[in-house]
């Protein structure tokens, strides 16, 4: 097993069953991501007997960075993984400090008309580890402390709930990355089910709810994920969520010319979200070679934006980074892939 991939918990109960102290685990979190040691053999205050069986029992083995692109406050990496995939990450400066959006699967089955993730299908989840491998690598590179998590890249997180909950817990220990819970945001298309689960996790994290349409006709078109789990469901689900959480909730609405940014989809989302303890991120799409979807233009998304404002919601517009790169997400894995 990867240690990267092992929650301080399991490596606590890993040190009992050898009947070991279970502070040992703690020595090892402070070694791993504190001193950032690269072996278990330069953990000083561990017996050379246990080192040796740390050794045997766990990997410290990394993916590597293959590409890094850079433009004004981003940066955009991709990771070659063992088995020669390639997952993203992008790296965003902001007022309040650095914050990374990582991938938590090998492409993705949810297949949104207007994703470059979703048009390479899935072929496999991330493991923990890959995923807290991410932070740790730009970290390394860029030599400083990322404050901020969000697992929005690749993938759909809740389609790989037990591992993305394994990261979570990761990186918000305190002895491990320690970037706290309400730095961290899952963004999610909305399987129904696996957000259901996420209610009973008692964390603190941010959710976003990739809803982009106002309507459940709509909505079937763009987001297959739609016919499974229909919007009246979805919605009911948040309201739950948001009560029994006591969690503001994100609503992310791309924003695509002719498609979902009329005045009157402004009203319907409105109508739709009168009452909830939500707002709307307003998300300039970023257009690609190989979909059709066009961006709204920015008077466009200024309408939406005044009428939802109008109608009492909170709306945000979403800062774009990355207009000189391969900023759609997916688009530079797309591109590795191809060749």
Same mark, same amino acid.
């Given at each position: 097993?990867?240690? +990267? ?279 300039? +799409? ?54």
């Amino acid at each position: 097993m990867n240690i +990267y991939g092992i929650k301080r918990e399991d490596l606590e109960n890993y040190f009992l069953n050898m009947n070991e102290k279970k502070f040992k685990a703690l020595q090892v979190f402070e070694w791993l991501y504190d001193k950032k040691v690269k072996s278990f053999y330069e953990m000083t205050n561990i017996k050379k007997e246990l080192q040796e069986t740390l050794d045997h029992d766990f990997s410290f083995k990394m993916i590597k960075i293959e590409k890094k692109q850079e433009d004004k406050g981003v940066k955009k990496y991709l990771f070659r993984l063992f088995d020669d995939n390639f997952v993203e990450a992008v790296l965003m400066e902001h007022d309040y400090g650095l914050s990374i959006c990582v991938s938590s699967e090998v492409g993705c089955n949810m297949g949104c008309a207007f994703c470059e993730s979703g048009r390479l299908k899935k072929v496999r989840d991330l493991g923990s580890y890959e995923m807290v491998e991410q932070i740790l690598l730009v970290e390394a590179d860029i030599k400083k402390r990322i404050s901020s998590v969000v697992i929005m890249g690749i993938g759909e997180p809740l389609d790989n709930y037990t591992n993305v909950m394994d990261f979570i817990k990761i990186i918000n220990d305190p002895k491990g990355i320690a970037i706290g819970a309400r730095h961290i945001t899952l963004s999610t298309c909305g399987i129904v089910p696996k957000l259901k689960d996420l209610m009973e996790e008692s964390l603190q994290i941010n959710l976003a709810i990739s809803l982009h349409a106002p309507n459940t006709e709509l909505r079937d078109k763009i987001m297959p994920i739609n016919r499974a789990y229909k919007l009246d469901l979805l919605m009911a689900t948040i309201k739950e969520y948001i009560e029994k959480t006591n969690r503001r909730v994100t609503i992310e609405y791309v924003m695509l010319d002719g498609v979902n940014d009329s005045e009157a989809h402004a009203n319907e989302l409105a109508s739709l979200l009168r009452g909830l303890n939500v707002y709307v991120n307003l998300i300039p +799409y970023n257009e690609t070679n190989h979909i059709e979807f066009k961006r709204a233009g920015k008077e466009q998304i200024m309408k939406f934006y005044d009428t939802l404002k109008k109608r009492g919601i909170n709306v945000t517009i979403r800062k774009e980074f990355g207009s000189k790169i391969d900023a759609a997400c997916g688009q530079l894995r797309s591109k590795e892939v191809k060749a």
